[in-house]
């Protein structure tokens, strides 16, 4: 397991995390502590803990817009999911009704073509 020392505001602290995993924890603490740099810009010197804590309702925030985001998007997925199955049976289904329709005039070809070469056969025994 990996160890990785962060800066969140003015505190170090030492971190495990999985091996590579370094960079993306980095990264994350170095979000963090940009967030409460922000805060203590906005609001003043409002207390470490307050600020950490808005801080992490700020993040917390976020994640419930991203997961609620996402829950959307599946959604329109599934339908569109869905709208694609529906068009997939509309079109089997179009395509046996021209197999039939065709198969249909085929066979009037035929009868026609026989009443015609039958026609032909008269008209020669005269």
Known sequence: ???????????????????????????????????????????????DQRLTVMAAITFADRFAEASERLRDIEAELNGLQEARVAEIDNRRAAAAATAEAVA???QRIEAIAARVAGADGEDAGD
Not at 10 to 30: I, N, P, S, W
């Open 1 to 47: 397991m990996a160890q990785v020392t962060v800066t969140i505001n003015g505190k170090t602290y030492r971190m495990a995390c999985d091996d590579g995993q370094e960079h993306h924890l980095a990264g994350l603490a170095a979000q963090l502590n940009q967030s409460i740099e922000q805060l203590r810009e906005r609001f003043g010197e409002i207390g």
């Open 104 to 106: 249909a005039l085929s």
